[in-house]
């Protein structure tokens, strides 16, 4: 197939819901135990010159819940306008990620550092 935008993360990804199948999955973030598993829940843009530069940490939001989210019945969804994405479970809103008035080679500081 022909990919007219470039291979990954140039031509870019948005996932909705990123979770982990773990239901307790510990791990040590910024010094402290934290649960990684299925009680978070992340929505994601992927994006950058090459696999290597992909600065999805700018465009990457958490939502935890009390439960698990694995064992209930959630409504994602993320709106896409050319203001920027809008991301929300259960009609609530946890991320949003607006479009950089410079672009996204500016906010990634591709334009300072040559990401090859």
């Known amino acids: 197939e022909k990919n007219c935008y470039g291979d990954w993360p140039d031509s870019g990804e948005i996932d909705l819901v990123e979770e982990r199948g773990n239901d307790k999955l510990m791990a040590t973030v910024n010094g402290q135990q934290q649960d990684i598993g299925a009680s978070q829940i992340a929505s994601t843009l992927h994006w950058g010159p090459y696999?290597?530069?992909?600065?999805?940490?700018?465009?990457?939001n958490y939502s935890y819940n009390t439960g698990l989210w694995s064992k209930v019945y959630a409504n994602w969804t993320i709106?896409?306008?050319?203001?920027?994405?809008?991301?929300?479970?259960?009609?609530?809103?946890?991320?949003?990620?607006?479009?950089?008035?410079?672009?996204?080679?500016k906010f990634g500081g591709f334009d300072k550092v040559d990401p090859n």
């Open 51 to 60: 696999y290597g530069a992909d600065p999805f940490d700018l465009t990457r």
């Open 79 to 105: 709106d896409w306008t050319p203001a920027g994405f809008t991301a929300t479970v259960n009609g609530q809103q946890y991320a949003s990620y607006p479009t950089p008035s410079e672009g996204f080679w």
